[in-house]
């Protein structure tokens, strides 16, 4: 059951949302997944019998909010972070396009989301939830409160107008290299349809470059077009030598458990964390 003290906790944080949110409440509410009474209902404090615990469940899970009783995880600013944040940044601004693969467990989805909850206008995609050319769009219609659930093309103008209409909107597509290739020739012909008005990024582990690297080497169709969107070249922060990038998430480690945990044996952590911050966020800092 969802208590009153995780409501509060959600509505804390669908206020943040909502002020990074460019369309009306209406819009907003659909990309809650929920009505506009609804919405105006909890946006007012009132939350008795108005969602169910479901949708409460939803709503936390779209804000990234912790339902649970673990603390919540502080936001370090490692070199990773500061180089994806001001990357995002910079596209966003100026509606370019960049494509960053590196390791896994470097904290490219922790920038993305904090970028994403953190800023107007930007949009989240963790493709392999949505891998289709379908789920895709509508996914990307829904989360910006126009109409998904019409005939594709409708949604597809309808998504692209909206793109258009909007101060500097930017989408971050995550685990991109799990898109099927007719959802990745879609992202080529939305980048077409809304270019100098939108700014993207495509991120993902080194399986997303070697795809990217094999469709341009075996001439597939869309795939030296997607990488000139994109910037047409693969960024990443961590050293190619694999003692040097070992040491480099060392060092990222101990910045994250520094500023969570001061009081734990950093040294222990570095020890079994197998130079991954996601093994330390999700395991070690839960101990």
Request: proline share 2%; glycine share 6%.
């Amino acid at each position: 059951m969802i208590t009153d003290s995780v409501k509060t906790k959600i509505l804390a944080a669908l206020r943040q949302s909502r002020r990074n949110f460019a369309g009306s409440d209406a819009r907003y509410a659909i990309s809650l997944g929920i009505n506009a009474a609804q919405y105006s209902r909890i946006k007012n404090g009132d939350t008795e019998k108005v969602l169910s615990d479901a949708m409460w469940m939803s709503i936390a899970r779209k804000l990234n909010v912790s339902i649970g009783h673990l603390d919540e995880i502080i936001t370090v600013e490692t070199p990773a972070f500061v180089y994806l944040t001001t990357q995002f940044q910079i596209c966003q601004q100026n509606a370019s396009g960049m494509i960053f693969c590196d390791v896994a467990g470097v904290g490219k989805t922790h920038a993305a989301a904090f970028y994403s909850k953190n800023n107007k206008n930007v949009i989240y995609i963790d493709c392999s939830q949505v891998k289709t050319k379908q789920r895709l769009i509508r996914f990307l219609a829904k989360e910006l409160g126009v109409n998904h659930t019409g005939k594709y093309w409708d949604v597809y103008d309808e998504l692209c107008f909206y793109l258009c209409s909007i101060p500097k909107p930017f989408l971050i597509f995550d685990e991109a290299g799990d898109l099927k290739y007719e959802a990745f020739m879609e992202v080529k012909s939305l980048c077409n349809k809304v270019k100098g008005m939108c700014g993207w990024a495509m991120i993902g582990a080194n399986g997303l470059q070697a795809k990217l690297e094999s469709g341009i080497n075996n001439r597939k169709l869309g795939y030296e077009e997607m990488f000139d969107r994109f910037g047409g070249r693969v960024q990443r922060i961590t050293p190619e030598n694999k003692k040097e990038r070992d040491q480099f998430m060392d060092e990222q480690i101990a910045l994250i458990v520094k500023a969570n945990a001061p009081d734990k044996d950093i040294r222990r952590i570095i020890a079994t964390a197998n130079h991954s911050t996601r093994r330390v966020v999700d395991i070690e800092l839960r101990k």
